[in-house]
T-cell receptor
Framework: GAVVSQHPSRVICKSGTSVKIECRSL??????MFWYRQFPKQSLMLMAT?????????EQGVEKDKFLINHASLTLSTLTVTSAHPEDSSFYIC???????????FGPGTRLLVL | QKEVEQDPGPLSVPEGAIVSLNCTYS??????FMWYRQYSRKGPELLMY????GNKEDGRFTAQVDKSSKYISLFIRDSQPSDSATYLC???????????FGAGTRLFVKA
C-alpha cells in the first residue's frame, strides 16, 4: 500500500491566493522529504529538500519566498504556494526515503490549477 | 551533457512483446539504480532497486546494471496493456543524497 500520502489531490484557486499542500509519510519517519514539480509529458524537477527541524534547501531558480516549505514533524512536510499565478499551475509531487533505504517513495501528487 | 540520458519515446509495442528500456549515465560515482513507473496523473511508483552491477528479477521485470558501460536497462516480459505508463530511471551516488532522474520513457502496449 501507499507509504506517502498527499493532500489535496487536486486544487483550483484564484490568482493571488495561497495554496497549501501536505505530504505525509504513513508508516515511517522521514527526516527528509523532497518536493518536485512536473509539467505535462516532462520529467520530475526537484524544487527543494525539506529537512525536519531546519530550513529547506531550494534548488537553483526556485523562489523560496514563493514556495514556502515547512517540515513540521517527522511525518509531515507542507508546501505553500504563495500568491499563486497561472504559471504556477502544475503537478506537485512529494517523496521521502525510508531511514534505511536510498530509494524514494512518492506521494500520489497534487494537481494545482490557478485561474 | 546531462548526468542521466533516457530516450523519451514514445515506445509502442504489441501485447506480449518483450520491452527494453534503457538509460545511460556519465557519473561513475552512481551506485544505486532505480526504476519507477508513473501512470498518467499519478505519482511515480518504485518498481526495481539495484545496487552496483548485475541483474535483478521480479516477476516479469528484470533490471540490469552495467557499470563498466554506464548503462542500465529494464526488461518487461509478456508486456500487458496495463504496463502502458512512463518509466523513469533514477540514480544515487554513494556520497550524495540527491536522486537524479532520467526524462522518462513513455510506453504504450497495444492489445
Amino acid at each position: 500500500g501507499a507509504v506517502v500520502s498527499q493532500h489535496p489531490s487536486r486544487v483550483i484557486c484564484k490568482s493571488g491566493t495561497s495554496v497549501k499542500i501536505e505530504c505525509r509519510s504513513l508508516d515511517f519517519q522521514a527526516t527528509t522529504m523532497f518536493w518536485y514539480r512536473q509539467f505535462p509529458k516532462q520529467s520530475l524537477m526537484l524544487m527543494a529538500t525539506s529537512n525536519e527541524g531546519s530550513k529547506a534547501t531550494y534548488e537553483q531558480g526556485v523562489e523560496k519566498d514563493k514556495f514556502l516549505i515547512n517540515h513540521a514533524s517527522l511525518t509531515l512536510s507542507t508546501l505553500t504556494v504563495t500568491s499563486a499565478h497561472p504559471e504556477d499551475s502544475s503537478f506537485y509531487i512529494c517523496s521521502a526515503p525510508r531511514t534505511t533505504e536510498i530509494a524514494q517513495y512518492f506521494g500520489p501528487g497534487t494537481r494545482l490549477l490557478v485561474l | 551533457q546531462k548526468e542521466v540520458e533516457q530516450d523519451p519515446g514514445p515506445l509502442s509495442v504489441p501485447e506480449g512483446a518483450i520491452v527494453s528500456l534503457n538509460c545511460t549515465y556519465s557519473n561513475s560515482a552512481f551506485q544505486y539504480f532505480m526504476w519507477y513507473r508513473q501512470y498518467s496523473r499519478k505519482g511515480p511508483e518504485l518498481l526495481m532497486y539495484t545496487y552496483s552491477s548485475g541483474n535483478k528479477e521480479d516477476g516479469r521485470f528484470t533490471a540490469q546494471v552495467d557499470k563498466s558501460s554506464k548503462y542500465i536497462s529494464l526488461f518487461i516480459r509478456d508486456s500487458q496493456p496495463s504496463d502502458s505508463a512512463t518509466y523513469l530511471c533514477a540514480m544515487v551516488d554513494t556520497g550524495g543524497f540527491k536522486t537524479i532522474f532520467g526524462a522518462g520513457t513513455r510506453l504504450f502496449v497495444k492489445a
